[in-house]
């Protein structure tokens, strides 16, 4: 089944623990990023990638990072994690770039920061 | 810069009415793709329909239409014959042609559509 999936799918933490959210793709799609949600804002970009070892900042990348060493996977880092950061978090993944190409999400990781 | 507006916060209706959710958008580019999302209760992000730029019929999956009107930048989506599974958010978005520069999905703030029995 053509899928993305994430890991954890609910997180509490507490301030300045570094944590590790996984997102990997089975579609062999270039073209992966992250999004958080947050009420009345819908979703944001944080990061994006156009392939294996090429990412680059979205609207909101403080406080995040990134990486793309495999073209299945685009974890996302918090590396001292922050309460402004509590969201709900979907990693996506397209075929390319062009605009006719739908993003395919995940399900969602709700993180609390405590 | 783009942007999405959904003007309505919360829709309530009533089971197999049809429903229109209204979303217009702002862009420069001639190219570009619009897309509906639809968000149960349970989080994740349920890809509905899309309409590209260029498309001159509008787009049809089922029980959904996109009501794309160009001149006036709008996209609106249209849900006949609602049913109580329909309750749900519903995002509309856009992606823009890469070759300007756009790397992303921009949404709206979403309409929570409430189906009564």
Redesign the interface.
């Known amino acids: 089944e053509a899928q993305v999936t994430q890991n954890p799918r609910y997180l509490i933490t507490v301030t300045g623990k570094k944590l590790t959210v996984t997102c990997s793709q089975n579609m062999n799609h270039e073209?992966m990023?992250w999004?958080r949600q947050d009420p009345?804002?819908?979703?944001?970009?944080i990061y994006?990638s156009?392939n294996v070892e090429v990412t680059?900042k979205?609207?909101v990348p403080e406080g995040y990072k990134v990486s793309r060493k495999e073209k299945r996977n685009f974890p996302l880092i918090l590396e001292s994690p922050s309460p402004n950061q509590t969201s709900?978090y979907?990693c996506?993944s397209s075929f390319g770039?062009?605009?006719?190409?739908?993003?395919?999400?995940g399900?969602?990781t709700?993180l609390t920061v405590t | 810069a783009q942007k999405?507006t959904q003007t309505q916060p919360g829709m309530f209706v009533q089971e197999k009415e049809a429903v229109t959710l209204d979303c217009t958008y702002d862009t420069s580019d001639q190219?570009?793709?619009l897309?509906w999302?639809k968000q149960p209760s349970s989080?994740?992000?349920i890809?509905l329909i899309?309409q590209?730029?260029y498309d001159e019929q509008n787009a049809t999956e089922g029980r959904y239409s996109l009501n794309f009107q160009k001149a006036r930048k709008s996209a609106n989506l249209v849900i006949s014959a609602s049913q109580l599974g329909d309750s749900a958010m519903y995002?509309c978005?856009m992606?823009?042609?890469?070759i300007q520069g756009?790397?992303?999905?921009v949404?709206?703030?979403?309409t929570r559509l409430t189906i009564n029995p």
Do not use: H, V
Not at chain 1, 97 to 105: M, N
Not at chain 2, 95 to 98: I, M, N
């Open positions: 073209y990023s999004y009345g804002l819908g979703l944001r970009q994006y156009m680059d979205g609207d709900l979907f996506a770039l062009a605009f006719t190409y739908e993003q395919y999400f399900p969602g709700r | 999405i190219s570009y793709g897309f999302y989080g994740e992000m890809f899309y590209g730029s995002f978005a992606r823009e042609d890469p756009a790397q992303k999905l949404f709206g703030q979403g």
